[in-house]
């Protein structure tokens, strides 16, 4: 039997995080694109750009899952899991990987631990 508080508290932990995370990416992103702006380059290759989208799938997840916690939680830990198996065996030499990475995992199965626990407790409690 679950508590409707420890509950809330999943789902508020899950929400903190995520946006958090969102909000430091975007951060870093625009900070990223206003550096690069003054300094034209070669570009991105493609090994660098399809990690980057499926990111940005999941990270876009992290924020949908603000209304739908289960289908949400399952798309961004799904785009989070792609994201590392393709930072990690990326063929350029100058990409290293890294198990920080992980951390974006955090959120999603949280998020779905908390429509488990919803789920179980809804059942307990009929």
């Given amino acids: 039997m679950k508590k409707p508080t420890s509950i809330s508290i999943v ?6 995080i995520g946006i958090l995370i969102v909000a430091f990416t975007l951060i870093f992103f625009i900070g990223s ?8 380059g070669p570009g991105l290759d493609t090994y660098t750009i399809i990690p980057f989208v499926v990111w940005g799938i999941g990270l876009a997840a992290l ?24 930072a ?5 030499a100058d990409s290293r990987y890294s198990v920080v990475l992980l951390i974006f ?4 199965i949280l998020f779905l631990l908390f429509c488990w626990m ?8 009929k």
């Avoid at 789902?11 to 903190?16: G, H, Y």
């Avoid at 995992?105 to 999603?108: A, E, I, K």
């Avoid at 919803?118 to 409690?125: A, C, H, L, P, Q």
């Fill in 88 to 92: 990690a065996v990326n063929p350029n």
């Fill in 33 to 40: 694109l206003l550096e690069g702006r003054n300094k034209p």
């Fill in 105 to 108: 995992l955090l959120p999603s």
């Fill in 118 to 125: 919803k789920k179980s407790s809804v059942n307990t409690f």
């Fill in 11 to 16: 789902r508020w932990t899950a929400s903190i």
């Fill in 63 to 86: 924020l949908f899952v603000l209304w739908k916690p289960g289908i949400g939680g399952l798309i961004s830990l799904l785009s989070f899991i792609v994201f590392n198996i393709l």
